[in-house]
Protein backbone atom coordinates (compact mmCIF):
# COMPACT_ATOMS: atom_id res chain seq x y z
CA UNK A 1 0.00 0.00 0.00
CA UNK A 2 1.13 3.71 -0.93
CA UNK A 3 1.70 6.19 1.70
CA UNK A 4 -1.25 8.13 0.23
CA UNK A 5 -3.40 4.77 0.41
CA UNK A 6 -2.18 4.31 3.91
CA UNK A 7 -3.63 8.24 4.68
CA UNK A 8 -6.53 8.13 2.60
CA UNK A 9 -7.77 4.60 4.38
CA UNK A 10 -6.85 5.96 8.18
CA UNK A 11 -10.26 5.52 10.15
CA UNK A 12 -10.51 6.43 13.60
CA UNK A 13 -10.86 2.85 15.71
CA UNK A 14 -12.44 2.87 18.67
CA UNK A 15 -12.67 -1.24 19.00
CA UNK A 16 -9.80 -3.12 19.62
CA UNK A 17 -8.68 -7.05 19.84
CA UNK A 18 -7.59 -7.76 22.97
CA UNK A 19 -4.10 -8.44 21.91
CA UNK A 20 -0.95 -6.91 23.10
CA UNK A 21 1.43 -4.93 20.79
CA UNK A 22 4.73 -6.29 20.98
CA UNK A 23 7.90 -3.51 22.51
CA UNK A 24 8.92 -3.39 19.21
CA UNK A 25 6.28 -2.05 17.39
CA UNK A 26 5.57 0.59 20.14
CA UNK A 27 8.26 1.68 19.80
CA UNK A 28 8.79 2.04 15.87
CA UNK A 29 5.61 4.05 16.50
CA UNK A 30 7.12 6.23 18.70
CA UNK A 31 10.03 6.49 16.20
CA UNK A 32 7.29 7.77 13.52
CA UNK A 33 6.69 10.75 16.32
CA UNK A 34 10.63 11.39 17.09
CA UNK A 35 11.15 12.05 13.29
CA UNK A 36 8.00 14.67 12.77
CA UNK A 37 9.21 17.96 11.93
CA UNK A 38 8.97 20.76 14.09
CA UNK A 39 9.79 24.58 14.24
CA UNK A 40 13.50 25.68 14.39
CA UNK A 41 13.96 21.54 15.06
CA UNK A 42 13.05 22.33 18.49
CA UNK A 43 10.75 19.00 19.26
CA UNK A 44 9.32 20.82 21.84
CA UNK A 45 6.84 17.42 23.00
CA UNK A 46 7.01 14.82 25.74
CA UNK A 47 4.88 11.33 25.10
CA UNK A 48 3.40 9.22 27.80
CA UNK A 49 3.02 5.79 27.00
CA UNK A 50 -0.27 4.69 28.73
CA UNK A 51 0.23 0.97 29.48
CA UNK A 52 -1.34 0.52 32.95
CA UNK A 53 -4.75 -0.90 32.95
CA UNK A 54 -6.04 1.48 36.23
CA UNK A 55 -4.76 4.29 33.85
CA UNK A 56 -6.31 3.53 31.01
CA UNK A 57 -10.01 3.04 33.26
CA UNK A 58 -9.09 6.80 33.92
CA UNK A 59 -8.89 7.89 30.80
CA UNK A 60 -12.18 6.32 29.93
CA UNK A 61 -14.69 7.99 32.38
CA UNK A 62 -15.38 10.90 29.65
CA UNK A 63 -18.62 11.09 27.25
CA UNK A 64 -16.01 10.33 24.53
CA UNK A 65 -13.94 8.36 25.69
CA UNK A 66 -14.94 5.20 27.17
CA UNK A 67 -13.02 2.72 24.73
CA UNK A 68 -9.10 3.42 25.64
CA UNK A 69 -9.71 1.33 28.41
CA UNK A 70 -9.85 -1.64 25.74
CA UNK A 71 -6.74 0.13 23.83
CA UNK A 72 -3.33 -1.65 23.90
CA UNK A 73 -1.64 1.97 24.68
CA UNK A 74 -2.28 4.91 24.67
CA UNK A 75 0.01 8.21 23.95
CA UNK A 76 -0.26 11.02 25.74
CA UNK A 77 1.18 14.36 24.26
CA UNK A 78 2.73 17.12 25.95
CA UNK A 79 4.09 20.66 24.38
CA UNK A 80 6.40 22.18 26.34
CA UNK A 81 5.28 26.03 26.95
CA UNK A 82 8.27 27.49 28.62
CA UNK A 83 9.86 29.76 26.08
CA UNK A 84 7.98 32.31 23.56
CA UNK A 85 8.63 30.47 20.80
CA UNK A 86 7.65 27.42 22.25
CA UNK A 87 4.00 28.33 23.00
CA UNK A 88 4.04 29.51 19.30
CA UNK A 89 4.47 26.59 18.00
CA UNK A 90 4.72 23.29 20.35
CA UNK A 91 1.04 22.70 19.83
CA UNK A 92 1.85 22.55 16.39
CA UNK A 93 5.03 20.40 16.66
CA UNK A 94 3.14 18.13 18.91
CA UNK A 95 0.12 17.27 16.85
CA UNK A 96 2.63 16.70 13.86
CA UNK A 97 4.32 14.15 15.95
CA UNK A 98 1.04 12.37 17.14
CA UNK A 99 -0.28 12.24 13.84
CA UNK A 100 2.77 10.79 12.65
CA UNK A 101 2.29 8.01 15.26
CA UNK A 102 -1.44 7.32 14.05
CA UNK A 103 -0.33 7.04 10.23
CA UNK A 104 2.56 4.97 11.22
CA UNK A 105 0.31 2.10 13.03
CA UNK A 106 -1.84 2.23 10.41
CA UNK A 107 0.79 1.39 8.25
CA UNK A 108 1.30 -1.55 10.70
CA UNK A 109 -2.01 -2.98 10.75
CA UNK A 110 -2.76 -0.95 14.21
CA UNK A 111 -6.30 1.06 14.76
CA UNK A 112 -5.89 4.89 16.45
CA UNK A 113 -8.17 7.24 17.97
CA UNK A 114 -7.54 10.50 19.00
CA UNK A 115 -8.94 12.08 22.18
CA UNK A 116 -9.56 15.13 23.55
CA UNK A 117 -12.41 14.45 25.93
CA UNK A 118 -9.99 14.86 28.90
CA UNK A 119 -9.54 17.66 31.69
CA UNK A 120 -5.90 18.63 31.26
CA UNK A 121 -5.62 19.54 35.02
CA UNK A 122 -6.76 16.15 36.24
CA UNK A 123 -4.70 14.34 33.30
CA UNK A 124 -1.44 16.40 34.88
CA UNK A 125 -1.43 15.62 37.88
CA UNK A 126 -1.97 11.69 37.05
CA UNK A 127 0.92 11.25 35.23
CA UNK A 128 3.11 14.19 37.38
CA UNK A 129 3.44 16.38 33.85
CA UNK A 130 5.41 19.51 34.83
CA UNK A 131 3.35 23.31 35.13
CA UNK A 132 5.17 24.32 31.84
CA UNK A 133 4.25 21.64 29.69
CA UNK A 134 0.40 21.18 28.06
CA UNK A 135 -1.42 18.30 27.47
CA UNK A 136 -2.71 18.54 23.64
CA UNK A 137 -4.43 15.43 23.16
CA UNK A 138 -3.99 11.81 23.73
CA UNK A 139 -4.32 8.50 21.27
CA UNK A 140 -4.90 5.11 21.62
CA UNK A 141 -3.71 2.50 19.43
CA UNK A 142 -4.93 -1.44 19.14
CA UNK A 143 -5.51 -4.02 16.65
CA UNK A 144 -8.42 -3.28 15.06
CA UNK A 145 -11.98 -4.80 15.50
CA UNK A 146 -14.13 -2.85 13.22
CA UNK A 147 -13.45 -0.87 10.19
CA UNK A 148 -16.02 1.80 10.04
CA UNK A 149 -16.75 3.70 6.91
CA UNK A 150 -15.16 6.84 6.05
CA UNK A 151 -16.93 10.02 7.69
CA UNK A 152 -17.95 12.76 5.30
CA UNK A 153 -15.56 14.81 4.15
CA UNK A 154 -15.63 18.54 2.65
CA UNK A 155 -15.64 18.99 -0.93
CA UNK A 156 -12.10 20.28 -1.80
CA UNK A 157 -13.50 23.41 -3.20
CA UNK A 158 -14.87 24.30 0.18
CA UNK A 159 -12.06 24.38 1.81
CA UNK A 160 -9.33 25.16 -0.87
CA UNK A 161 -8.64 28.05 -2.48
CA UNK A 162 -6.20 29.28 -4.97
CA UNK A 163 -4.00 31.97 -4.77
CA UNK A 164 -6.63 33.54 -2.37
CA UNK A 165 -8.64 32.19 0.21
C1 LIG B 1 -8.01 16.70 18.13
C2 LIG B 1 -8.99 15.55 17.99
C3 LIG B 1 -9.74 15.17 19.08
C4 LIG B 1 -10.62 14.07 18.98
N1 LIG B 1 -11.27 13.65 20.10
C5 LIG B 1 -12.03 12.54 20.04
C6 LIG B 1 -12.64 12.03 21.23
O1 LIG B 1 -12.47 12.57 22.32
N2 LIG B 1 -13.38 10.90 21.13
C7 LIG B 1 -13.56 10.26 19.92
O2 LIG B 1 -14.25 9.24 19.90
N3 LIG B 1 -13.00 10.73 18.77
C8 LIG B 1 -12.24 11.83 18.81
N4 LIG B 1 -11.62 12.29 17.67
C9 LIG B 1 -11.77 11.56 16.40
C10 LIG B 1 -12.69 12.29 15.42
O3 LIG B 1 -14.02 12.15 15.86
C11 LIG B 1 -12.48 11.70 14.02
O4 LIG B 1 -11.16 11.92 13.59
C12 LIG B 1 -13.43 12.33 12.98
O5 LIG B 1 -14.78 12.03 13.29
C13 LIG B 1 -13.15 11.83 11.56
O6 LIG B 1 -13.22 10.42 11.51
P1 LIG B 1 -11.99 9.55 10.99
O7 LIG B 1 -10.82 9.82 11.92
O8 LIG B 1 -12.44 8.10 11.07
O9 LIG B 1 -11.68 9.97 9.59
C14 LIG B 1 -10.76 13.39 17.75
C15 LIG B 1 -9.99 13.80 16.64
C16 LIG B 1 -9.12 14.85 16.76
C17 LIG B 1 -8.25 15.23 15.58
Redesign the pocket.
Known amino acids: MSSLDRIMS???I?RYKAEKIPQEILEKILEAGRHAPSASNEQPWHFIVVTDPKLKEKFST?R??G?VKDSAFAVVGCAYEGTAHSRKWSVVDTAIALQNMAIAAWSLGIGS?????FEELVVKEMLKVPKVWRII?LISFGYPDEM?D??PRKALKEIAGYNQF
Open positions: RRSRGWSFCWVGDAPAR
